[in-house]
C-alpha cells in the first residue's frame, strides 16, 4: 500500500453515491506535505519525459498542479470553468460533464497560454468518467501541442474513465486507484498495481 491509499483509508470517508470525500487533505483543506509526495511520485512516473507546461482544470485541480509544477519547473495553466471579463484574446474552448456536480460546463484557456508544439502534462485529483480530461485533451490538440501524460491522484477504478482514457493511447499514471467502496461500512478497497 503506497502514502497515498494510506492516507485515503485514514482520512476519506465514503458517501452513498459512490462519493468519496478526502477534503480534509485534498481538495478543500490540502496537505502541502502530502502534495510534495504527489510531485515527488509523478516526476519520478514521468521522468524521461518532455514536459513545458502543466494543463488542469479549475478548482480543485489547481494546487495540486502547482506543487507538481515545482517539481518540473515549469509553469501551471488551467481550464477555467467560466469566461470572466480578465479573459481576453482568442480562446480554446471545450466541453466538459462533471460527475460530482452533475453539470455540464466550457472549460477555457486563452490561446496565448497553450502553444502549438508544446508538450503538456496534465494533471488533476480526480478520475471518474473522463469527461473532464477529455475536454482537457481537445483543449491540447486545439493548440496543436501534445500531451505527454496524465497524472492523476486518485482513479475510481470501478467507472468508466481511466479505461476510455487508456484506449486512447495515453499514458495515464493513477497514483490510487479505488476499485470498490461501501459507505455502510466505509470501506475502500484499492486496485493492485
Known amino acids: ?12 470517508i465514503v458517501k452513498e453515491g459512490n462519493v468519496l470525500k478526502v477534503d480534509s487533505f485534498l481538495n478543500h483543506q ?19 519525459k518532455k514536459i513545458d507546461k502543466i494543463l488542469t482544470i479549475e ?3 489547481i494546487g495540486i498542479a502547482c506543487i507538481v ?9 488551467f481550464a477555467k470553468k467560466a469566461k470572466s471579463i480578465n479573459l481576453e484574446g482568442e ?5 466538459v460533464e462533471s460527475f460530482t456536480h452533475k453539470t455540464k460546463n466550457q472549460v477555457i484557456v486563452a490561446q496565448k497560454f497553450l502553444n502549438e508544439g508544446e508538450h503538456v502534462l496534465l494533471i488533476d485529483d480526480f478520475l471518474a468518467n473522463g469527461c473532464a480530461l ?16 496524465i497524472g492523476i491522484v486518485i482513479e475510481k477504478g470501478f467507472q468508466t474513465g481511466g479505461r476510455v482514457i ?15 467502496m461501501d459507505s455502510e461500512k466505509n470501506e475502500i478497497h484499492f486496485r493492485e498495481q
Open 1 to 12: 500500500m503506497n502514502f497515498l491509499e494510506e492516507r485515503i483509508l485514514k482520512d476519506g
Open 30 to 48: 490540502m496537505d502541502i506535505d502530502l502534495f510534495n509526495q504527489i510531485g515527488e511520485e509523478f516526476k519520478k512516473r514521468f521522468e524521461g
Open 59 to 61: 478548482a480543485s485541480g
Open 69 to 77: 509544477a515545482q517539481h518540473f519547473h515549469v509553469p501551471v495553466v
Open 91 to 95: 480562446m480554446y474552448v471545450a466541453e
Open 134 to 149: 477529455q475536454g482537457l485533451i481537445q483543449l491540447v490538440n486545439q493548440a496543436g501541442a501534445e500531451v505527454e501524460g
Open 166 to 180: 487508456r484506449n486512447m493511447g495515453y499514458q495515464l499514471e493513477s497514483l490510487a486507484i479505488v476499485e470498490s
